[in-house]
């Protein structure tokens, strides 16, 4: 696996910057990508981040949407439109944007997630929460079984 895998805890310094894990940044290195892409994620209180792969997927699942289409248009403004590319610093570091803070409700710790071709950053309490919900419905995708909406997993 050459994707980013793993978690880890980081706190923001008082200039709300923080470091990028080092596993995390060889990842990117190796991507190629100038900086950290990021942008809201759609469907969580988390943020999505990472480099040319990452926007390779994204261009991907446009071009199987015909264009000048709301359907198109929205996703393009969600993972487009609403994203963000971060400078990252000599010493791995990169400054949070309010606006990332605010989707996240981050305040002076986050959490980075790999996710293979990306990862997300996290508030470690509500990643505490989401990681319980993955587990129930991982555990259901894994017995065959469809996973429900959050509290149980429907057969």
């Not at 289409?69 to 994203?83: I, M, N, P, R, V």
């Not at 989707?103 to 790999?114: C, P």
Request: glycine share 12%; aromatic share 8%.
């Amino acid at each position: 696996m050459h994707g980013f895998v793993s978690n880890f805890t980081m706190r923001l310094d008082a200039k709300g910057r923080v470091s990028i894990p080092a596993p995390f940044r060889a990842v990117l290195s190796r991507d190629g990508f100038e900086g950290l892409y990021c942008y809201p994620s759609p469907h969580l209180e988390a943020v999505d981040a990472g480099g040319n792969w990452l926007l390779g997927e994204i261009e991907k699942r446009l071009e199987g949407l015909r264009t000048l289409t709301s359907e198109h248009d929205y996703l393009a403004t969600a993972l487009f439109g609403s994203s963000e590319v971060l400078k990252i610093d000599g010493e791995g570091r990169v400054t949070m944007t309010e606006t990332i803070k605010a989707h996240a409700g981050i305040v002076d710790t986050v959490v980075f997630v790999g996710h293979g071709l990306k990862f997300q950053i996290w508030e470690p309490t509500r990643f505490a929460a989401h990681r319980v919900e993955s587990h129930r419905r991982a555990l259901a995708v894994l017995e065959g079984r469809t996973a429900g909406p959050a509290g149980g997993a429907a057969s």
